[in-house]
């Protein structure tokens, strides 16, 4: 485990700091959950960054909504919904189309 001087030191050489303001109960709460973790607050911090930013979708919503957009401009084959729902039934009881 680092201590503050160690995370200190190696912060120095490869990162950018950031400063987030907060209301001291907030930071009070962090603290108590990061000591209950054995870990500094800045590292709590980061892991919560982290996991936040693996939540963020990876394809922009424009992107997206692009493809969608075009996929919803083609013609695709269709039919009566109960014809249809009644063909993937029996496809999934190995009956055949």
Do not use: C, F, H
């Not at 200190?8 to 400063?19: A, V």
């Not at 982290?50 to 997206?64: C, S």
């Amino acid at each position: 485990m680092l201590t503050d001087n160690d995370e200190y030191d190696i912060l120095i050489i490869m990162s950018t700091r950031l400063q987030v303001i907060m209301d001291d109960a907030e930071l009070r709460e962090i603290r108590r959950v990061a000591k209950r973790n054995r870990m500094t607050v800045a590292e709590w911090v980061r892991q919560a960054l982290r996991q936040a930013r693996k939540r963020e979708p990876v394809i922009e919503t424009a992107k997206k909504l692009s493809a969608v957009r075009e996929a919803a401009s083609l013609r695709y084959p269709t039919g009566d919904i109960e014809q249809m729902l009644d063909e993937i039934e029996r496809g999934y009881l190995g009956g055949g189309a």
